[in-house]
């Protein structure tokens, strides 16, 4: 199923090349000019007419602007000794201590805690640091104790460079992060949010944390177990947990169209464009309005590539949703299709 949905819409993107298509057809139009002209040389003068006629509507009209932004693998680390690091997916950066020690080492857009793991005793007084992902980008991290977590754009996390004592425990302060967490039953690792606390052991899930009074977690594999004031649930696969001001909803989920982005695919299904544009103002760092608020409540199903750039999630979304996308000044403008 995964390769048949990635094959649909590679060529459905072939698909949406207007401009190919426009060559192909006036290719055609060429051609049998050119008959008609061997045939009839009577034909000369109209035929010239309806080209000079295209030529001067094609010169009029206006051509699409052209949306080239792309996502990026970049972010900013913070120590506890306040010491700023950018993160980009070209470069190699070494992060240290005033001691000398060698904590992580980033490079191809992942930072390394594992790169070289100093005894806990030399990082008691290291405290957190702070790794934060702007609008436009990702990164992905790979903790002292083998968990990996991949944020989403507009991310914020907060960790130890290294666990010490019976907890490991991490903050997600705004954002989304996608977490493999190392199995360890004799340590269990907690994210806490703002808004509730999500226990594992080891296991594989998503947490939504974009709005301040509301939480998604999203299980693909393993147990966790939430909490939210004095709410508590057990989640197991295929489940979503949504917390919102102290109480958690639990419902049964295509697991695939929440946890999809860590593996550089949107899968969609009856998502609304109003999200999708929401999340699309995210990973390219672009700001997207609707000329009707009413066009934001259509629904899409399929799929979009998050390594491309925004011009094939606007052939796509323009094709099915019969819109278009319109750049006034730095925003882009979803408008019905005239």
């Given at each position: 199923m995964d390769w048949y949905k990635l094959k649909r819409m590679n060529d459905f993107a072939a698909g949406c090349d207007t401009e190919?298509?426009?060559?192909?057809v006036w290719g055609r139009i060429e051609r049998r000019s050119r008959m008609?002209?061997?045939?009839?040389w009577a034909g000369v003068a109209a035929v010239l007419a309806v080209a000079?006629?295209?030529?001067?509507w094609y010169l009029r009209t206006p051509v699409p602007p052209r949306f080239d932004e792309r996502g990026r693998q970049e972010a900013t680390l913070t120590t506890a000794g306040q010491e700023r690091y950018m993160l980009y997916a070209g470069t190699n950066t070494v992060i240290g201590t005033d001691q000398g020690l060698r904590l992580a080492w980033s490079t191809h857009g992942e930072l390394d805690y594992q790169a070289r793991q100093p005894q806990a005793d030399t990082l008691k007084d290291v405290?957190?640091?702070?790794?934060?992902?702007?609008?436009?980008?990702?990164?992905?991290?790979?903790?002292?104790?083998?968990?990996?977590?991949h944020l989403n754009a507009e991310s914020r996390l907060s960790y130890p460079p290294v666990f010490v004592g019976s907890r490991r425990e991490v903050s997600l302060q705004g954002g989304e992060g996608f977490f493999e967490v190392a199995k360890d039953p004799t340590h269990p690792f907690i994210v806490h949010t703002a808004q509730a606390d999500i226990e594992v052991l080891g296991t594989r899930f998503n947490v939504s944390a974009y709005e301040a009074d509301r939480v998604v977690v999203t299980l693909e594999e393993g147990s966790v177990r939430l909490t939210a004031g004095t709410d508590t649930r057990l989640l197991v696969p295929g489940q979503q947990g949504v917390v919102t001001r102290g109480t958690i909803a639990v419902d049964a989920v295509n697991v695939r169209n929440y946890t999809?982005?860590?593996?550089?695919?949107y899968e969609y299904e009856e998502t609304t464009l109003a999200a999708i544009a929401q999340q699309l103002s995210r990973w390219y760092d672009v700001d997207?309005?609707?000329?009707?608020?009413?066009?934001?409540?259509r629904r899409f199903a399929g799929v979009i590539f998050r390594d491309q750039?925004?011009?094939?999630?606007?052939?796509i979304l323009s094709k099915v949703s019969d819109v278009r996308f319109v750049k006034r000044g730095e925003t882009i403008v979803i408008e019905e299709r005239k």
């Open positions: 190919a298509a426009w060559r192909q008609r002209l061997y045939r009839r000079v006629g295209a030529g001067w405290g957190r640091h702070r790794l934060e992902v702007p609008r436009g980008g990702e990164y992905k991290l790979l903790l002292a104790d083998g968990t990996r977590i999809s982005w860590a593996t550089g695919v997207i309005n609707f000329a009707n608020p009413a066009l934001g409540r750039p925004l011009q094939q999630a606007v052939d």
